[in-house]
C-alpha cells in the first residue's frame, strides 16, 4: 500500500500491485479455483464430473446462464448455436486480404473483431436481448472462423458448416473434409476435441479474461472485447504455451529425447538462461492443475485409438514430468503441469498444426470470456477499469527550444 500523498501531495493510499498478486478487480460467480487444492469448478460443478458427464454446449449453457441444462433447454440451446453456424459470404473475402503464412491467431483477432461490423443490429450492449443473440453469435461462428483460418493457411477451399452434426464434430468436419473426402467422424478423437473445449472454457480472472473485462468496461462491443481477448490470448506465457510447449518437447527429441531430459531441466534452473519449462507452473495453482490430469487422460485415450501408444513425444512428456516433479527445483516453487502440458500432443494426434493450438484454445474460450463480459456489464458496481501507476520519471521541468537542447 502506497501512501500517496508523498508522490502527489494529496491524502489517500492506492496499492502497487504488479501482475495483480493480490488485487480482486470484480466480484464473480462463475468459475471458482482453489490453486492449492488443485480445484476448479464451473458454477460449483467439479471440472472432473462436467468432463465426464457433459458436452461442450451444456458446459457453455451452464457458464452463461449459471444452472446446467435439463433436456429442452439443451436442445432449444443447441438448435440457437446451430442456426448461426454460417458467417458472410463477405468474409471469406475478408480472408482472402491475409497472407497465406499468417498466423491463424492474427487471422483471428482481425476476423472476430471485423464480425462488429457486420452485426450493427445487435450491438447495443444495455439490451439483454442482443448480449444474447452476440454471445450466441459468437460461440457458434468460432469454430467456423478458426477452421477457416486454418484451410486459408493450406491453401483448401473453405467447408460450409453442416449443422446436422454435433458442435465438435462439425468443427472437425469443417478443418478435415476436402473436395476430394468426406471427414468420418471419430467419436472418440470428437470425445477428446470436446473435452479440450470444455477444459478450457473459463479460468476465472486470468490474463485474458481481464483484458476482455478491462475493454469491455468502457463499453466496448462484445466483438471487439472477445478481439482483445484473443489477442492478449496469444503471449507464450498464457495460450500460446500449448504450442511453445510442444516445440521445446519436438526440440528435446530432436536432440536425443528421453536421455536429453537432464541437460535441458540444468539449463531451465540455471538463472542466467531464460529456458523455461513450458506448460508447467500457474499464477494460481500450487499444485496439479486437475485439468492436466484430465488433459493426460486423454492422451492415453486417443493415442490408444490411433495405435499410437508408444507416441515418442507423450512418453518423452511423461519422463519429463516425472523427472520435474522430483526436482527440489520444482517442488519449492510448487511447480505442476498445466493444462497445455498434454494438450498439444493430444491435439498434434488428431491432426491439429501446432500453430492452430491457440486458436483452439481461444475458441473454447470464447464463451468463458462472454460469460465474464456480461457477468461484469450487469454488474450495478461496475466501473470503467482504470488502474493507477506508481509514477517514477521525472517531475516537472521546462522545454528547452530545439537550438539548447
Ligand atoms: N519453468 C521454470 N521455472 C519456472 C516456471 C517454469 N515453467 N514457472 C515459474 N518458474 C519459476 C520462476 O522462474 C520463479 O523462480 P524464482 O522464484 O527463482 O524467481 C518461480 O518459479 C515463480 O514463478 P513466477 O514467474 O513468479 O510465477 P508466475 O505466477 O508469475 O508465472 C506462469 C506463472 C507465467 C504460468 C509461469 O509459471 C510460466 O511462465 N510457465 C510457463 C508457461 C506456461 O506454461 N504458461 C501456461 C499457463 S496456463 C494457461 O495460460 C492456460
Redesign the pocket.
Known amino acids: 500500500v502506497i501512501d500517496i500523498r508523498a508522490l502527489y501531495g494529496k491524502t489517500g493510499k492506492f496499492t502497487y500491485d504488479p501482475?495483480f498478486m493480490s488485487t480482486a478487480a470484480c466480484r464473480s460467480t462463475i468459475t471458482y479455483i482453489d490453486g492449492d487444492k488443485g480445484e476448479l469448478l464451473y458454477r460449483g460443478y467439479p471440472i472432473e464430473q462436467l468432463a465426464v458427464n457433459c458436452d461442450f454446449l451444456e458446459t457453455c449453457y451452464l457458464l452463461l446462464k449459471g444452472e446446467l441444462p435439463n433436456a429442452t433447454q439443451k436442445s432449444e440451446f443447441v438448435n440457437k448455436v446451430t442456426r448461426h453456424t454460417m458467417v458472410h459470404e463477405q468474409m471469406s473475402r475478408f480472408f482472402q486480404g491475409f497472407r497465406r503464412d499468417a498466423h491463424p491467431m492474427a487471422v483471428l483477432v482481425g476476423t472476430v473483431g471485423a464480425l462488429s461490423a457486420f452485426y450493427h443490429d445487435s450491438l447495443d450492449i444495455n439490451n439483454p436481448e442482443h448480449r444474447e443473440i452476440s454471445a450466441i453469435r459468437l460461440i457458434a461462428k468460432l469454430p467456423t472462423l478458426v477452421a477457416m483460418a486454418y484451410k486459408y493457411t493450406v491453401g483448401q477451399p473453405f467447408v460450409y458448416p453442416r449443422n446436422d452434426l454435433s458442435y465438435t464434430a462439425n468443427f472437425m468436419r469443417m478443418m478435415f473434409a476436402t473436395p476430394c473426402e468426406e471427414y468420418k467422424v471419430n467419436d472418440v478423437l470428437v470425445r477428446a476435441m470436446d473435452r479440450i473445449f470444455i477444459l478450457h472454457a473459463d479460468h476465472e480472472q486470468?490474463a485474458s479474461t481481464s483484458t476482455v473485462r478491462l475493454a469491455g468496461s468502457s463499453g466496448a462491443n462484445p466483438f471487439a472485447c472477445i478481439a482483445s481477448g484473443i489477442a492478449c490470448l496469444w503471449g507464450p506465457?498464457?495460450?500460446g504455451?500449448n504450442e511453445a510447449?510442444l516445440e521445446m518437447l519436438e526440440d528435446i527429441q530432436a536432440q536425443g529425447g528421453v536421455a536429453k531430459i537432464g541437460e535441458f531441466i540444468a539449463k531451465?534452473k540455471d538463472k542466467n538462461s531464460s529456458v523455461?519449462?513450458?506448460?508447467?507452473?500457474?499464477?494460481v495453482y500450487k499444485n496439479y492443475d486437475p485439468r492436466a490430469k484430465l488433459m493426460r487422460e486423454t492422451c492415453h485415450e486417443v493415442l490408444g485409438e490411433l495405435g499410437l501408444q508408444d507416441d515418442p513425444l507423450f512418453k518423452l512428456a511423461m519422463a519429463l514430468e516425472k523427472i520435474a516433479l522430483e526436482d527440489d527445483y520444482f517442488v519449492s516453487?510448487k511447480?505442476y503441469p498445466?493444462?497445455?502440458f498434454y494438450s498439444g500432443i493430444v491435439q498434434r494426434a488428431i491432426g491439429i498444426p501446432t500453430e492452430l493450438f491457440t486458436a483452439i484454445f481461444a475458441l473454447a474460450r470464447t464463451v468463458g470470456w462472454i460469460a465474464q463480459w456480461n457477468e461484469m456489464i450487469s454488474d450495478p458496481e461496475q466501473k470503467i477499469g482504470r488502474p493507477r501507476q506508481l509514477f517514477t520519471g521525472e517531475t516537472q521541468r521546462d522545454v528547452k527550444p530545439l537550438h539548447q537542447r
Open positions: 501482475g486470468n506465457a498464457h495460450g504455451a510447449c531451465v523455461k519449462l513450458m506448460g508447467f507452473g500457474h499464477r516453487r511447480l498445466n493444462v497445455d
